[in-house]
Nanobody, 115 residues
């Protein structure tokens, strides 16, 4: 059963922007911290950003100032706005929800930065 559904990935030129979305149920969204990770071929899955239910945020240094995480409580959706994209941002991007001893992952969405 899919708990988190990501969307918004695709092909973008260097310097461009994309906004990823991750939708889930109200039960998961309202109780958990929501975050974004990514995994490039041959690399481990890396943390990018998270946002708590109280809207506190944290970012990896690699994306600080370029990526912005936000959440829409009415839509049970978390977003990742990605600006000034670089070739090295190419990866599969995953949404994660965690809290109260449980964690949930989405299926991932591909982001390719290429000219």
């Amino acid at each position: 059963q899919v708990q988190l559904v990501e969307s918004g990935g695709g092909l973008v030129q260097p310097g461009g922007s994309l906004r990823l979305s991750c939708a889930t149920s109200r039960n998961i969204f309202s109780r958990n911290t929501m975050g974004w990770y990514r995994q490039a071929p041959g690399h481990q899955r890396d943390f990018l950003a998270h946002i708590t239910s109280g809207r506190s945020t944290n970012y990896a240094d690699s994306v600080k100032g370029r990526f912005t995480i936000s959440r829409d409580n009415a839509k049970n959706t978390v977003y990742l706005q990605m600006n000034s994209l670089k070739h090295e941002d190419t990866a599969v991007y995953y949404c994660r929800a965690w809290g109260f001893g449980r964690t949930y992952w989405g299926q991932g969405t591909q982001v390719t930065v290429s000219s």
